[in-house]
């Protein structure tokens, strides 16, 4: 298979026609071929979700891609859709998928998506920590005096987040507006099952000795079934922050198994770009990318308990 700068596959894929690219993700639809038609006959109304390599920080789409991310995703997501199913089902169909996409594509039930981003955290940092320096709040939800980056929370709360387009910044908002947006039921039905979500993964890392400290959910209604499901990827170094139990120490950034690495070169002296200017982010030197592919496998093989076969 040829990757491009991006990491973003460059074959065409027999039977599939492109329809959507994301930061990260490509979205495929049977074409109308013969190939086409065997698999709608086979698994109904899908799509083939591809994870590339890419990587995004700040709204931006880096360059060159981390090698081998869009495998850790999918078999990450792959992993973690097993160990919630009893909780909520999943949008996977097969892997059966085209060989020159093995490893990081799943052919999918198409859903109709909340227009929701449902975040859980466990821990304070990022946006929350942000909020909470200003306010005292989260998303509207009180919490206690003296909170540092990092400190974990009395409870999980759910935080939900307005979805953007492409290149633009997800809003966090109060849970009312989700009310508004889908309604009172659909609103506590998700609320719910991010926080059981949440909940079931946050134990799981602890047993490996990882911090969950929050985890970012996309969910839809299945058309065939009515049942809210599972959708994107889920509980994945690029949807989530996870953080070395062992070295877990408030009051500052923690060491992470994630894409904060690359966030922190970007705003560093070292990159020599200023965020809040309209120039592109320079591309990503080799030490970064080597490192950033380091704790992507890591978390992998840290949550699993075994090495990515690649």
Not at 95 to 122: K, N, W, Y
């Amino acid at each position: 298979m040829t990757l491009d700068a991006t990491g973003t596959p460059t074959a065409t894929v027999p039977g599939w026609t492109h329809t959507y690219s994301g930061k990260v993700r490509d979205l495929y639809v049977p074409d109308e071929t013969a190939a086409g038609q065997a698999i709608r006959d086979a698994h109904g109304d899908v799509v083939l979700v591809v994870a590339s390599d890419r990587i995004s920080a700040y709204d931006h789409v880096l360059s060159p891609g981390i090698p081998d991310k869009g495998v850790v995703l999918t078999q990450l997501s792959l992993w973690w859709f097993e160990q919630l199913a009893d909780l909520v089902p999943s949008h996977v169909v097969s892997t059966d998928v085209p060989a020159q996409l093995s490893g990081r594509a799943m052919i999918c039930r198409r859903l109709e998506m909340f227009p929701v981003e449902c975040v859980a955290r466990g821990y304070l940092t990022g946006s929350g920590l942000a909020e909470y320096r200003a306010s005292g709040e989260v998303t509207g939800i009180a919490l206690p005096p003296g909170l540092v980056d990092g400190s974990r929370l009395p409870e999980p709360i759910f935080t939900p987040a307005t979805k953007a387009e492409l290149g633009e910044h997800d809003e966090n908002v109060p849970y009312s507006v989700v009310e508004q947006v889908v309604g009172e039921e659909d609103a506590a039905a998700l609320r719910s099952l991010t926080l059981a979500v949440y909940a079931r993964a946050e134990a799981i890392a602890r047993e490996r000795g990882v911090i969950l400290a929050d985890t970012k959910l996309e969910f839809g209604t299945d058309p065939a079934t009515g049942a809210i499901t599972l959708g994107d990827e889920v509980l994945t170094p690029d949807s989530s922050r996870f953080w070395p139990a062992d070295q877990w120490q408030p009051g500052h950034p923690q060491p992470s198994f994630d894409k904060q690495f690359v966030r922190d070169w970007l705003t560093s002296a070292a990159s020599g770009w200023e965020r809040a200017s309209d120039t592109p982010p320079p591309p990503l030197p080799a030490d970064v990318v080597d490192r950033t592919r380091e704790r992507y496998l890591e978390a992998y093989e840290r949550l699993t308990g075994v090495p990515l076969a690649l």
